[in-house]
């Protein structure tokens, strides 16, 4: 088991920055892939991003290509979403995920890859 805890969610104006953090406990953090989706009222949860291990490989959504960054310290257990040039159709519920996946170079987009789900954090972008 691995317990992951979402912040830095808020508000925010179109155009706008924020950076979502996951931090992860419970078991080895380097031995799992991490992924962050989102999930808007009234549509299915999407994949926004994922990073392998190492932090080596990384995949995007189209959407949110050349705005978002992901990226991992897993000395801090920690997993991060930079989001940059936010725009309305970005609010939503970001989850942080994980899957166990130690030396992996290719990470699942697919949401039913994933074990461990944090409980969310809302982001709101007001245009």
């Known amino acids: 088991q691995i317990e992951l805890v979402e912040s830095g969610g808020g508000l925010v104006q179109a155009g706008g920055s924020l950076r979502l953090s996951c931090a992860a406990s419970?078991?080895?953090?380097?031995?799992?892939?991490m992924g962050w989706f989102r999930q808007a009222p009234g549509k299915e949860r999407e994949f926004v991003a994922s990073?392998?291990?190492?932090?080596?490989?990384?995949y995007y959504a189209d959407s949110v290509k050349g705005r978002f960054t992901i990226s991992r310290d897993n000395a801090k257990n920690t997993v991060y979403l930079q989001m940059d040039a936010l725009k309305s159709e970005d609010t939503a519920v970001y989850y942080c995920?994980?899957?166990?996946?130690?030396?992996?170079?290719?990470?699942?987009?697919?949401?039913?890859?994933?074990?461990?789900w944090g409980q969310g954090t809302q982001v709101t972008v007001s245009s």
């Open positions: 995920a994980a899957y166990f996946d130690p030396w992996g170079t290719i990470t699942a987009t697919n949401a039913a890859r994933y074990e461990f």
């Open positions: 419970g078991r080895t953090f380097r031995n799992y892939a």
């Open positions: 990073i392998n291990w190492s932090g080596g490989s990384t």
